[in-house]
């Protein structure tokens, strides 16, 4: 048997709808945690813990010139992840268990990653300090 032929036995193939599974966990999850929770370390760096940024301050203040076109999409992953954050990491738990899944040990491990980020968010928005972080950022 040939190189080839052993690798292709090897790696399973790669399930479409749980690549665009990762992809989805992976951009909500980056946009939260980089984007809101950067932007809420930054100011916290500059100014002291931001207890006193709430609805009379407005984040897009502190927001770095050169990102302005992803503060949109850092903004609709705070108010729109207690949401989508659920719903993917359920779904991701319930692709972890495929046996097609489970074969592919890069995806398995990539899915239970991006999965357990997804929980992550929604555990952290439930804490008041997530509550906080949403409405700055949504004011």
């Given at each position: 048997?040939?190189?080839a032929?052993?690798?292709m036995?090897?790696v399973?193939?790669r399930?479409?709808?749980?690549?665009?599974?990762?992809?989805?966990?992976s951009?909500?999850?980056?946009?939260y945690y980089?984007?809101?929770?950067?932007?809420?370390?930054?100011?916290s760096?500059?100014?002291?813990?931001?207890g006193?940024l709430g609805?009379?301050?407005?984040?897009?203040?502190?927001?770095?010139?050169?990102?302005?076109?992803l503060?949109?999409?850092?903004?609709?992953?705070v108010g729109?992840?207690?949401?989508?954050?659920?719903v993917?990491?359920?779904?991701?738990?319930?692709?972890?268990?495929?046996p097609?899944?489970?074969?592919?040990?890069?995806?398995?491990?990539?899915?239970a990653a991006?999965?357990?980020l997804?929980?992550?968010?929604?555990?952290?928005?439930?804490?008041?300090?997530?509550?906080?972080?949403?409405a700055?950022?949504?004011?």
């Amino acid at each position: 048997m040939s190189t080839a032929e052993v690798s292709m036995i090897a790696v399973p193939p790669r399930s479409r709808g749980v690549t665009v599974l990762v992809v989805l966990q992976s951009a909500l999850a980056c946009c939260y945690y980089v984007g809101a929770g950067g932007l809420y370390l930054l100011v916290s760096a500059k100014n002291g813990w931001p207890g006193w940024l709430g609805p009379d301050h407005d984040p897009k203040g502190y927001w770095p010139a050169f990102l302005w076109p992803l503060y949109l999409p850092v903004a609709v992953s705070v108010g729109a992840g207690l949401v989508f954050a659920p719903v993917l990491a359920i779904v991701g738990g319930a692709n972890l268990v495929r046996p097609s899944v489970r074969a592919n040990r890069r995806l398995f491990w990539t899915l239970a990653a991006t999965t357990l980020l997804c929980a992550g968010m929604v555990v952290l928005i439930m804490t008041p300090l997530g509550q906080h972080l949403q409405a700055w950022m949504l004011d």
